[in-house]
């Protein structure tokens, strides 16, 4: 009961120097982290196992599931050295990006990625420094780019290029997101989130690799994956809109409604959909947040995101658990409004044809019509736990499942409280636990009913079909 979430949204916090202790990761879970990300940009891998370790541990003390993300860096695309570090670039002017590692000058240096100038076309953008600087291509050749220079700056060593009109030939993973990647999976993680996709190949070849072993998030934030929005929703298990990179890539005024499509797309589906980057940017540095940030997240949770997260607000900044405790006040508030229950039942999606999705919807609607306060579902490998989760119904979602990694997972899942229990034997086994852990974990009263929803036989994934009502006894 400690920890039992009265929202249905869920946090995921970043974790770095502001909260590498045991101590101070303890009190992000307790003002509300429900899922904890580590970002392999700025972690080694002996920091990753340490994190991990320390997240486990916290799992034993609180006795709930939590939720590890780990986050691959991605290519970082970067210039190359300038011989007085940097160089003045002016509008109109000519600066030609190549293959050369002599150092560079006014009018030219090296992109160290033969890959990128092999795909540059003239009338291509690059993007420099966050889009501080813009070059058009006007010539492109094999080992050779010749820009104009749009949008003025200076440019210096090694600062980021982003390429919003090139789709790159290689893999969204590096040398060293495979070695991260390799090390995650040993440490039994459950969420890796694939940084820079461009094609659904590139999701694939990451859940080919992690197999059974955790979920893939892909992080939408190049114009390459919106162009393919549809394709990649299809093969990965869940998204985030990566809204920093996204909006340096594309124009700044796009990225709501991007952000209100894949939220729709994803809930069709019934994948989950993360909203990152910059909601609660101020309190790195502020206790309290503006009140546009207060805005901008209460706006995700109306729109019926599974989570929301906090980067550098929890990793770097001064105030990390005042960070969570605020996201949770206002996802809290948010859910408490009148006009919320309406906003999202208006979204609903048509189920699809199957029969799982066609009891996902009949539990609803019983409950709904009984005003059943808990809908419990039997979940072998969380795909039950995500069809309800999917309707988003008004009643409290408790997933019962026999597998630790399942629990943590659906920890990251709209209004789904997991427990981690031995699988039904029978459906009056089925019936009579989910009574007695409705009780214990607070969600109905002795005499009160509840649905009780599962796969039969028992332990076979995705196959929901049997649904029924169930009175609690005095426990």
Not at 180 to 199: G, H, M, Y
Request: contains cysteine; charged residues 25%.
């Amino acid at each position: 009961m400690r920890f039992r979430r009265s929202r249905r949204v869920k946090i995921i916090a970043t974790l770095g120097p502001a909260s590498a202790d045991r101590e101070t990761v303890l009190a992000l879970f307790e003002a509300g982290a429900d899922v904890f990300r580590i970002n392999m940009s700025h972690a080694s891998h002996d920091a990753m196992r340490e994190r991990v370790a320390m997240i486990r541990s916290l799992e034993e003390e609180t006795g709930r599931p939590i939720g590890v993300l780990v986050d691959l860096q991605g290519p970082k695309l970067r210039l190359g050295l300038f011989a007085d570090t940097g160089v003045a670039l002016h509008k109109g002017e000519s600066f030609t990006l190549d293959s050369d590692p002599a150092p560079g000058n006014a009018s030219r240096v090296q992109l160290p990625h033969p890959e990128i100038l092999s795909s540059l076309a003239p009338g291509h953008r690059i993007l420099i420094d966050d889009g501080k600087v813009m070059l058009r291509v006007a010539e492109a050749a094999p080992a050779r780019a010749v820009t104009v220079v749009e949008v003025a700056g200076r440019v210096s060593n090694r600062k980021g290029v982003s390429l919003p009109d090139t789709t790159i030939p290689t893999s969204a993973m590096t040398d060293k997101d495979r070695a991260d990647l390799k090390a995650a999976l040993e440490e039994n993680i459950d969420w890796i989130a694939l940084s820079f996709v461009q094609r659904p190949e590139d999701v694939a070849e990451v859940k080919a690799i992690a197999g059974d072993r955790a979920l893939v998030m892909a992080k939408i934030e190049k114009p390459q994956a919106v162009a393919r929005l549809d394709e990649i929703m299809e093969v990965a298990d869940a998204f985030m809109v990566a809204r920093g990179d996204l909006g340096v890539e594309m124009p700044l005024e796009r990225v709501p409604g991007i952000q209100k499509t894949m939220t729709r797309f994803a809930r069709k589906l019934g994948k989950p959909v993360v909203v990152a980057t910059q909601m609660l940017e101020s309190m790195i540095t502020s206790p309290v947040p503006t009140r546009a940030e207060v805005s901008d997240v209460a706006t995700a949770v109306f729109e019926g995101a599974d989570a929301v997260m906090l980067s550098a607000e929890s990793a770097s900044g001064q105030y990390p658990r005042e960070a969570v405790a605020t996201m949770n006040s206002i996802a809290t508030a948010v859910e408490s409004e009148g006009i919320y229950t309406s906003i999202i039942e208006a979204q609903r999606a048509t189920p699809e044809a199957t029969g799982a999705d066609a009891i996902a919807e009949a539990t609803r609607d019983v409950a709904e019509t009984l005003n059943l306060k808990v809908i419990c579902a039997w979940t072998n490998s969380g795909s039950t736990g995500l069809r309800i989760a999917r309707e988003r119904p008004r009643s409290a979602i408790l997933a019962l499942t026999p597998n630790d990694e399942v629990a943590r997972r659906l920890a990251l899942v709209w209004g789904v409280h997991a427990i981690v229990t031995d699988d039904a034997r029978d459906e009056r086994d089925m019936a009579e636990r989910a009574c007695r852990h409705a009780y214990i974990e607070g969600f109905a009263g002795a005499g009160e009913r509840i649905i009780v929803v599962a796969g039969v036989p028992f332990g076979t994934p995705g196959g929901t079909n049997n649904l029924r009502i169930a009175t609690v006894g005095g426990q």
